[in-house]
C-alpha cells in the first residue's frame, strides 16, 4: 500500500451516506450462524467482522452449561456489532456471528481443542499444545472470564466436530470469500476485525486499560501507516488509543493480513467500561456516544484510505 500512501495525511471529501435502498441485510439461517449488512455492492475496499457479539443461546446449549446465561455471556463482545452499525453507510460489509463465543471461538485455529474438554482421542491434526487451549479458550472454550467452567460433563470429540463443520467453517469461508471480493475489485483490500475487553487487564494489580487497542500482530499484518492515522483519527475524538500491547490480535488478523498482497487486518478492542456496565452488561449513556465517534473516525479513515485503491482500481477497470 506504500505506492499511495501520502493521501492519508491529505484532507479528502466524505462519500455520501448510502439512500435506505441502497442497502441490504442477508438474514442467513441461525443454523448458518452469521449475517451480513451492508450495500448491495460495496464502494470502498474495507469488510468489517465481528465474530464475538453473537448472542444466540440455544436450549441445548444452554443444557449442557453449568452456568447462568447472565455468567456465560462474560466472553461474549457485547453489542460491539451494534456499535458498528453504521458500516453499511460507508459502502462497506458488516459480517458478525450470531451464536456466542462459548459456543465456538472463531478467533481461533480451526481444531485447538481442548483435552481437558473432550473425553475422545484427539486427531493429530489438532493443536492441542497452543496457549488459548492451556487457558481453556480453544476453538470449543472451557471457560469464560476468570477461569469458570462452561459445562457439566465433558464433549465428545463428534459434538466438538459438529461445532467447527457447522459454524466454524462456514463463516470463515464467508469471510474469505469477502475479503477475496473487496481484493480483487480494488486490488487490496482491509479487514477491521471489531472487539471488546475488559476495562482492566487481568493481572495483580488490575491495571486500567486504554479505549480502544490497535492490534496488528506487531507490525506483520497491516501498513503502519495505516495504524498511525487510525490512532489519530481515534485521538482525535478523545479516545485514548493503545498499540498492541495487551492485545495485538488473535487467529483472524494474523491469517487473513497479508500486506505483501495489499491485504491489510487490524483488530480493534473496545474497553467495554466506556459503553456498557460490565457486570449486568447493559448498555449505559456512553454507548451512542462512542458509536458516533467511531462513525465520525471510520467516516474520515475509510472515505481516505480508499482513495489510496483508486488508481489500482481504474486500472483494473
Not at 140 to 145: G, L, N, S, T, Y
Amino acid at each position: 500500500m506504500k505506492h499511495n500512501l501520502s493521501v492519508l495525511r491529505q484532507e479528502t471529501h466524505q462519500p455520501h451516506p448510502l439512500q435506505s435502498d441502497q442497502r441490504h441485510q442477508s438474514q442467513v439461517a441461525r443454523e448458518t450462524g452469521y449475517v451480513i449488512t451492508g450495500p448491495s455492492q460495496p464502494t470502498v475496499p474495507f469488510v468489517f467482522n465481528s465474530p464475538h457479539s453473537g448472542r444466540h443461546y440455544t436450549p441445548s446449549f444452554l443444557k449442557q452449561s453449568r452456568l447462568s446465561p447472565l455468567t456465560l455471556r462474560k466472553s461474549e463482545d457485547v453489542l460491539v456489532d451494534q456499535l458498528f452499525q453504521f458500516v453499511p453507510d460507508l459502502g462497506a460489509p458488516l459480517l458478525a456471528a450470531t451464536f456466542p463465543r462459548a459456543f465456538v471461538d472463531l478467533n481461533r485455529e480451526p481444531f485447538e481443542l481442548d483435552p481437558k474438554l473432550i473425553n475422545d482421542p484427539l486427531p493429530e491434526s489438532a493443536n492441542h499444545k497452543s496457549i488459548r487451549v492451556a487457558a481453556g479458550l480453544g476453538t470449543i472454550a472451557r471457560v469464560v472470564a476468570h477461569g469458570v467452567e462452561i459445562y457439566q460433563r465433558p464433549l465428545t470429540l463428534k459434538e466438538a466436530l459438529r461445532r467447527i463443520e457447522q459454524y466454524y467453517r462456514p463463516y470463515h469461508q464467508q469471510l474469505a470469500k469477502m475479503i477475496g471480493e473487496q481484493s480483487t475489485r480494488f486490488n487490496g483490500a482491509i479487514l477491521i476485525d471489531c472487539h471488546s475487553m475488559p476495562s482492566r487487564q487481568n493481572t495483580p494489580d488490575g491495571a486500567p486499560l486504554a479505549d480502544i487497542i490497535i492490534g496488528d500482530r506487531y507490525g506483520t499484518t497491516a501498513d503502519e501507516d495505516l495504524v498511525a492515522f487510525l490512532s489519530e483519527l481515534l485521538q482525535d475524538q478523545g479516545i485514548s488509543v493503545a498499540h498492541n500491547s495487551p492485545y495485538a490480535g488473535g487467529y483472524i488478523t494474523e491469517h487473513y493480513g497479508a500486506p505483501h498482497k495489499n491485504i491489510h487486518a487490524l483488530q480493534i478492542e473496545i474497553n467495554r467500561n466506556i459503553y456498557m456496565n460490565e457486570h449486568t452488561l447493559e448498555p449505559h449513556e456512553g454507548f451512542i456516544n462512542l458509536s458516533n465517534q467511531l462513525h465520525k473516525t471510520f467516516k474520515t479513515f475509510v472515505s481516505t484510505v480508499s482513495d489510496a485503491f483508486k488508481p489500482a482500481l481504474s486500472a483494473a477497470e
